[in-house]
C-alpha cells in the first residue's frame, strides 16, 4: 500500500434521501412519485426519448464511420464551447442569468421521484457535495483534473483559504475563461457568486489558484504531488483513453482520488444504452482496483437528468 494512505477514514459525508436533496433544490413545481400514475407516463416519456437518442446516436456513428471520440474531438469541441464566452456580452449575459431561475429541466432523483427543476441547482448541488467530501479529508492541497471553465475549483479555493489549490484543462479557451473569472475582485457580489455562495474573505485564496493548461493523459506534474486529485465530469468523454487517464491520476495522487462521473453502477439498463451508444465512459466502481485505486466509499444518491446518471466514487491510492 501507498504509504501516504490513511490510518484512520473520517467520516464521510452520508448519502442524502430524495426528501434531503429535493430541500437543498429550488425545484419548479411538485416532484412526482414513479410508482404514481402520472410518473409511469413520464417514465414512460422518459424511456421513449432515451431510445430515440440512442438510435439517433447509432446512425450518426455509422454515417461517421467511427465510434470512437478522440481527444482532438474533445479538445475541439470544447475550445469552441469556451472560446464563445470571451465576449463580454455573453459573460454578462451568463453572470446576469443567476438573478433568476434557469431553464428548467427534468431529474430523476433516487429511482423514486421525478422533478422538473432548475438547472442551475444540478451545478451547485454537485458543487456543495463535492466541498462536503473535501471537508471530510481535510487535504493540504487539492487538484481538480479538467476544470472547464473553473466554477467548481475556485469555489472549493475560495471555502477553503488554507487549500493550495491547483488544475489541469485540457483547452486553452476554459484556462483563459477560468483566469477571467479568477481576476474578479468582485466576484462574490455578482448574481453568480451570490448564487454559489463565494465568500469576500476567501477570494486571495481564490488569485492563487494555479490553473493549468495539460491533458489527462500527461500531466505536467511530479509523482505524488497533491494530497486530493477530483475530476467532475471530466473522464465522461475519456472512454477510449480511461486507462492512460487513471495511471496520470494515479500517479499525481499521494492519498485520494474523488471521481464524480458516469459509473456503469449508478445506471440503469437504459443508461448503460445511452453511455454506450455516445461513447462516454462507463467503468464500473469496482474496476478501479485495477488501476491501484481502492474504492472506499461512494455516493448514488444525485439528482440525474433523464438519459444517464453520474455519482461518486472516493478510492485510496494503494
Known amino acids: 500500500m501507498n504509504d501516504a494512505s490513511t490510518t484512520h477514514r473520517p ?57 470512437k471520440r478522440s481527444a482532438e474531438y474533445v479538445s ?26 434557469g431553464r428548467t429541466n427534468l431529474y430523476r432523483i433516487n429511482g423514486e421521484t421525478i422533478v422538473r427543476s432548475d438547472t442551475r441547482d444540478f451545478v451547485r448541488f454537485n458543487a456543495y457535495r463535492l466541498r462536503d467530501a473535501v471537508s471530510a479529508l481535510q487535504p493540504s492541497s487539492v487538484c481538480e483534473i479538467g476544470f472547464g471553465s473553473g466554477n467548481k ?15 489541469y484543462e485540457l483547452t486553452e479557451a476554459g484556462t483563459t475563461l477560468a483566469r477571467r473569472l479568477q ?61 492512460r487517464a487513471l495511471s496520470e491520476i494515479r500517479r499525481v495522487s499521494r492519498r485520494h482520488v474523488l471521481m464524480f462521473e458516469p459509473f456503469g453502477d449508478f445506471n440503469d439498463r437504459l443508461g448503460q444504452v445511452y453511455l454506450w ?19 472506499v466509499a461512494t455516493w448514488h444518491n444525485y439528482p440525474i437528468k433523464p438519459t444517464f446518471a453520474f455519482g461518486m466514487v472516493l478510492a485510496e491510492v494503494v
Open 11 to 67: 467520516a464521510w459525508p452520508a448519502e442524502l434521501s430524495t426528501e434531503e436533496i429535493l430541500a437543498r433544490m429550488s425545484y419548479v413545481g411538485d416532484a412526482v412519485d414513479v410508482s404514481s400514475a402520472e410518473g409511469r407516463m413520464l417514465k414512460r416519456t422518459i424511456t421513449r426519448g432515451i431510445l430515440h437518442l440512442v438510435w439517433r446516436n447509432l446512425i450518426r456513428r455509422i454515417k461517421a464511420g467511427s465510434g
Open 76 to 101: 475541439d469541441l470544447y475550445q469552441g464551447s469556451y472560446a464563445e464566452s470571451f465576449d463580454e456580452t455573453k459573460v454578462t449575459r451568463m453572470f446576469k442569468s443567476f438573478e433568476t431561475l
Open 153 to 167: 475549483l475556485l469555489y472549493l479555493a475560495n471555502q477553503f483559504p488554507e487549500i493550495a489549490c491547483s488544475g
Open 183 to 243: 481576476a474578479m475582485d468582485d466576484l462574490p457580489t455578482t448574481p453568480y457568486g451570490s448564487y454559489f455562495g463565494f465568500d469576500a474573505a476567501g477570494m486571495d485564496n481564490v488569485r492563487r489558484v494555479a490553473l493549468n493548461v495539460g491533458s489527462a493523459f500527461d500531466l505536467p506534474c511530479e509523482d505524488n504531488a497533491y494530497d486530493l486529485v477530483y475530476t467532475s465530469s471530466a473522464l465522461e468523454q475519456m472512454q477510449d483513453g480511461l486507462p
Open 277 to 295: 451508444s455516445v461513447d462516454y465512459f462507463r467503468m464500473r466502481s469496482a474496476e478501479l482496483e485495477k488501476h491501484g485505486l481502492r474504492p
